[in-house]
């Protein structure tokens, strides 16, 4: 899949996937993606700031309090092997973005640093941005303006919720992505 990403937009999905990894989440979801948009796209119409972001995603899932005590008893900390992580772990080249062939629904990120599965709200954001690169005429790949587009696509998800709190201008942001065609 990730092929037909282009590589801003590759890293703006490897960089979503370092972010969910690092709140200690098991899954990919739409509000981590939003983040990393916010990160990587401060353009006109989508001026939300990545701390007014953090501010409003959910608190992260509490450490199981088992692993990291079993793995600190055993002299392991889990923060510095994080740290010492090779280079490669940002590297996008090194993710990869896949569907199963024996499960066609779940879409999974892969890479040095650990496997997230997609939400399914993630799975549609990606799958929205993968249609609208398909229909673009300049033969390029996926971009960051395609997946706010896979965001915004369903206005019922995370991402959109913030958004709104923000009080960022959903209709004048859906207007410059989707812009109206004049009638010939």
């Known amino acids: 899949m990730f092929e037909r990403f282009a590589p801003e937009a590759r890293r703006t ?7 969910s990894l690092d709140a200690g989440r098991t899954v990919l979801d739409d509000d981590m ?29 509490p450490d199981r309090p088992g692993d990291r005590d079993l793995l600190a008893g055993l002299g392991v900390d889990l923060d510095e092997i994080r740290r010492r992580l090779p280079s490669r772990r ?3 080249a090194a993710w990869r973005l896949r569907r199963p ?5 779940r879409v ?3 890479g040095p640093a650990g496997d997230l599965r997609l939400t399914v709200a993630a799975r549609k954001a ?4 993968l ?18 587009r896979g965001l915004l696509a369903d206005g019922s998800n995370a991402s959109v919720a913030i958004l709104r709190r923000l009080g960022a201008d959903l209709p004048a942001l859906a207007g410059r992505l989707w812009p109206l065609r004049a009638s010939a």
């Open 33 to 61: 993606l939003l983040l990393a948009l916010a990160e990587a796209w401060p353009v006109d119409g989508f001026e939300v700031s990545p701390d007014a972001v953090r501010a409003l995603l959910p608190a992260g899932p």
């Open 101 to 105: 062939r024996t499960r066609p629904l």
């Open 126 to 129: 990606v799958e929205v941005a």
């Open 90 to 92: 940002a590297d996008p």
């Open 108 to 110: 999974t990120l892969s």
């Open 131 to 148: 249609y609208h690169a398909a229909r673009r005429t300049d033969g390029g790949g996926v971009v960051d303006e395609d997946l706010v």
């Open 13 to 19: 999905v490897v960089r979503a996937g370092l972010l």
